[in-house]
């Protein structure tokens, strides 16, 4: 009994420590500096990442259901130039060869996602099990195993089962929560054995905020006001009782860990000596990434989120918060159930005070009263929202580590598209930003945040959701025009495959002659893809059928 009272203190006291250090961060301090050479430590694992949905296509093949992006795609006007991720990059074929790109890079794990429709067609365990899913994702856990890669498993990486979504109305519905349990639940017990690090859910804030707010991506609604925190709040419930479940019934036999996936751009204040942009640009990353990470680690939502939406709500004569409430056995229920958390991060935003008067109507994005601005001078390479600013890597980071007290963090995306639409294997800008980033990484390790490994996103260009193929993430190219769509590696696959080799950055002079010989060999391969893409076009056109011109007898 003393004991427990002891650990119950100590608990007391840990908490305590951790909210007192979300007080810590400072604002002020920039942490823009020179490039810094060393090393990670020994254990450091590298990887690359990918999607279901983006990357298998076999999209009606072997039993698979639909999911909500299969609909959602095949609606005309709803994708650019109405692709859809029907083939995609054929992966749900090509295992062995994508393997084979991971092996020679010497990937130390890979992150993927199970598709919950390829397993439970209906989403429900209880209609049908679909047991050519299960092999597709026991071949792929094993071929990794076998080549001494660890995988790392994502459970929603955005594919609700379609019938989920018209039957209950999806993560507006609570009784979601139950049946995404269920689906953790069968992949713990047929892969659990084998795989030791399970991410719930990646980037819950699109899922909430781009299908049930602005509606630009699957299901498609504009609920504003209410259907990003409704979906939000049914995730992070969601989240929190797949984690119970692993630790009651599995921890102990599979000795894994369950974390989730938070993607957050930095917010920097415009002005660092005005107050009202130090307070705006951490309303944009509570907002952000604390809306699902603060129940998770603190037990309830941030007060900053609970007072701007409550006094809106107000002022718009509701009755009650459009931010839902925990009760006080939810707030113990969800507080806590992060093993590790993800982070995905891409790029950075300067944030300064804007008011929006509540009667400019219900929206997430009035209700955080900031306005977000770019500088002209970041380097833009690819999608139009992704500037390279490497310094906000490094904040972020030491944000998670003072707010969240120091939890164990994997970079579970990082990376850059590019725009242009030609064959391009010699991606110096991605180059850059890997370098950029990663070093960014490496300074805040030295600071003592708790990173244990990065991802770079991704392994191949894919289907980029609402964008369809436009953009192109990977460090392989794919040819899309092809049937069987073989893969490139571009320059940058030789640079990671460096930076992986020497575990961050010995010296000067080693690193300076990677990017050269990463181009050098990137230049031969352009040149083949070219000769290949001309033969290709050569043959489509000898195959063309003969139209002679009629000429009128005379």
């Not at 999607?51 to 609606?75: C, L, N, R």
């Not at 439970?120 to 994702?137: F, R, V």
């Not at 002022?315 to 925990?326: A, D």
């Amino acid at each position: 009994m003393l004991q427990h009272s002891v650990l119950r203190i100590c608990h007391i006291l840990l908490l305590a420590m951790c909210i007192f250090a979300s007080e810590d961060f400072d604002w002020t301090k920039n942490k823009i500096g020179s490039f810094q050479y060393g090393t990670f430590a020994s254990g450091f694992s590298w990887g690359a990442g990918s999607s279901a949905y983006q990357t298998e296509g076999a999209w009606d093949k072997d039993g698979k259901g639909k999911s909500i992006w299969d609909v959602f795609s095949h609606k005309r006007g709803k994708i650019n130039l109405n692709d859809t991720g029907d083939s995609s990059c054929e992966g749900y074929y090509k295992i062995k060869d994508d393997i084979a790109l991971m092996k020679d890079m010497k990937l130390n794990h890979y992150l993927f996602s199970i598709s919950w429709p390829r397993i439970l067609p209906s989403g429900m365990k209880t209609d049908y099990i679909n047991e050519k899913g299960i092999e597709h994702y026991d071949n792929l856990i094993n071929m990794l195993l076998e080549n001494k890669m660890t995988p790392i498993v994502t459970l929603y990486h955005w594919d609700l089962p379609q019938v989920l979504e018209e039957k209950y109305g999806g993560w507006q519905n609570a009784s979601m929560i139950n049946f995404f349990n269920d689906f953790a639940n069968l992949c713990f017990e047929r892969f659990g054995n084998r795989v030791k690090y399970w991410i719930t859910f990646n980037n819950p804030w699109s899922v909430a905020v781009e299908g049930y707010e602005t509606g630009e991506h699957a299901p498609g609604l504009k609920m504003r006001g209410t259907g990003a925190y409704n979906a939000a709040h049914n995730i992070i419930k969601a989240h929190a009782k797949v984690w119970h479940t692993y630790d009651a019934q599995w921890r102990n036999k599979q000795k894994g860990m369950v974390g989730i996936s938070l993607s957050a751009d930095w917010g920097e204040p415009v002005d660092i000596n005005n107050q009202r942009d130090i307070e705006a640009a951490e309303r944009y990353v509570q907002f952000y990434l604390g809306w699902f990470a603060t129940p998770l680690f603190h037990g309830d939502y941030p007060q900053i989120m609970k007072d701007y939406i409550g006094r809106k709500s107000a002022q718009q004569g509701l009755s009650s918060s459009r931010l839902p409430t925990f009760s006080p056995h939810e707030k113990s229920y969800v507080r806590g159930t992060c093993d590790f958390l993800g982070i995905s991060h891409f790029t950075t935003r300067y944030i300064t005070q804007k008011n929006f008067p509540s009667n400019r109507g219900n929206s997430y994005f009035t209700d955080r009263d900031l306005a977000e601005l770019v500088d002209p001078q970041w380097p833009d390479p690819g999608s139009e929202w992704l500037y390279s600013v490497p310094w906000g890597f490094r904040r972020l980071l030491s944000f998670v580590k003072t707010q969240y007290g120091d939890p164990i963090i994997y970079v579970t995306g990082n990376g850059v598209s590019e725009k242009m639409m030609c064959t391009e294997l010699c991606d110096d800008w991605r180059m850059q930003y890997l370098r950029d980033y990663i070093n960014e990484m490496l300074k805040a390790v030295k600071d003592g945040v708790n990173v244990k490994g990065y991802t770079a996103w991704s392994l191949l260009d894919k289907f980029e959701w609402d964008e369809g193929y436009s953009e192109r993430f990977g460090l392989y190219y794919v040819d899309f025009d092809s049937k069987n769509k073989p893969r490139y590696p571009k320059a940058s696959v030789q640079y990671y495959k460096r930076i992986i080799s020497s575990n961050g950055f010995p010296n000067q002079r080693e690193i300076e002659s990677w990017k050269r010989k990463a181009l050098e060999t990137c230049t031969s391969s352009n040149q083949l893809l070219a000769v290949l893409r001309k033969s290709k076009e050569n043959k489509e056109h000898a195959d063309m059928p003969k139209v002679w011109p009629v000429h009128d007898e005379v």
